[in-house]
């Protein structure tokens, strides 16, 4: 199924569901976006790759397809490849190509990722689960700009921008030997880093009006401005799945035609008992229950990530048994992976770990 090279990864840079929004608003206030927006606007169109970190639904695509429409290469495809969502065997021949007869099925040659993206930008998103043998095989095309299709003899040049994302810690990913460090250093030439919107909740209230009027017009809703307790609760809760999760509560507003269904949803989760009071005064044990939250929250996420979400072996990885890890997700509102479109279904690699994962727990 991945074999087959997919409109969608060839959208163009202005996709429906990508919209560049303006940068007032992209930006916002805070100072970690102030210092992003700083870091783009020195790069300018300089055709340097560039690294952008920070949790999923931070915005990563959005800078990327920004970086895509202020390069010389604008007019030129956007090309975006999904690391983790293409089985590892079959990643090779869709970064770079294949011949015919390459590999069994292979009954004519096709053209990767890279070629696609000729004259136009590739974006390599989730870069830190590269498996090593490909890693060599970018480090080359990064150092000399030159790649070989799968099964092929002729060394092919390529003509490609590259922007790279990750929601890993990729000094961590090198630390334990996942990593190459020399790719590392030439994949992170220029690093942007995104932050968490629990680290700028003072953008909250603009982005969420801008969803509302987006979302509005695209299902043709007249949508009641947003009452002020709705906003409130909007900026007090965490959002462990960042822009993205905000976009989706707000698609639900303008569907639900209202905030009661979802303030509940909200304030089950709000943070108003960590903020200090008028008298400045703050309940420690509720602080401290939530740092530890928060901590357990960040192991189980990355064990999650580093087993695709295979919730059995990320169990055993942390040595807790199944049943405790499913109660564990619950509690933390992650039975589906961050970032997961519609909020209540498992993201398309969680479904696939969890069809995998029930079978193994059936066998
Ligand atoms: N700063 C922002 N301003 C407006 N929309 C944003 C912003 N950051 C993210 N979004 C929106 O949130 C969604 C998720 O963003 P995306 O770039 O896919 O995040 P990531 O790649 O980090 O997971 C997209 O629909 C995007 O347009
Ligand atoms: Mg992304």
């Known amino acids: 199924m991945a074999m087959t090279p997919t409109a969608a990864c060839l959208l163009p840079a202005e996709a429906d569901d990508f919209a560049v929004p303006d940068p007032d608003l992209l930006f916002g206030r805070s100072v970690a976006m102030q210092r992003v927006r700083v870091t783009l606007e020195h790069l300018g169109a300089a ?33 975006k490849l999904n690391c983790p969502a293409i089985p590892a065997t079959l990643l090779e021949s869709e970064l ?9 099925g292979a009954h004519a040659g096709k053209p990767g990722r890279v070629e696609q993206a000729t004259g136009g930008t590739l974006f390599l998103d989730e870069i830190g ?15 000399d700009g030159c790649f070989m299709r799968l099964g092929g003899r002729e060394e092919l040049r390529a003509d490609t921008r590259m922007l790279f994302a990750t929601n890993r810690n990729l000094e961590a990913e090198m630390a334990a030997g996942r990593l190459r460090q020399d790719l590392y250093y030439r994949i992170n030439v220029v690093g942007v880093e995104l932050p ?12 969420a009006r801008y969803f509302v009027s987006l979302h509005g017009r695209r299902y043709g809703r007249a949508v009641a401005p947003l009452p002020a307790e709705f906003v409130s609760a909007l900026q007090r809760y965490p ?24 303030l509940p949803l909200l304030m089950a ?16 044990k509720a602080l401290t229950r939530h740092a530890v939250q928060e901590l357990e929250r960040g192991i ?34 992650l039975q589906s992976a961050p970032g997961a479109h ?8 969680a479904r696939a770990a969890a069809t995998a994962e029930e079978k193994e727990v059936t066998q």
């Open 47 to 79: 055709p340097i790759p560039v690294l952008i970190t920070g949790e999923s639904g931070t915005g990563k695509e959005l800078v990327a397809r920004l970086l895509h429409r202020q390069s010389r290469v604008a007019a030129g495809p956007f090309v």
């Open 129 to 143: 689960e590269l498996e090593l043998g490909l890693q060599g095989k970018l480090l080359q095309l990064l150092q």
């Open 239 to 262: 959002w462990p799945g960042n822009v993205r999760e905000l976009e989706n509560m707000m698609k639900r507003y303008v569907v639900l035609g209202g905030a009661a269904e979802l």
């Open 300 to 333: 189980i996420l990355q064990a999650l990530a580093a087993h695709r979400w295979h919730r059995k072996r990320a169990a055993k990885a942390l040595h807790i048994s199944y049943r405790a890890l499913l109660y564990k997700l619950k509690q933390n509102g």
């Open 196 to 207: 968490p919107l629990r680290q700028r909740r003072e953008d909250i209230p603009r982005l």
């Open 269 to 284: 989760r709000s943070e108003q008992e960590l903020e200090p009071d008028g008298e400045g005064s703050v309940s420690l």
């Open 342 to 349: 519609a909020p209540a279904a498992p993201a398309p690699g």
């Open 96 to 104: 770079f190509g294949h011949e015919k007869g390459a590999f069994t």
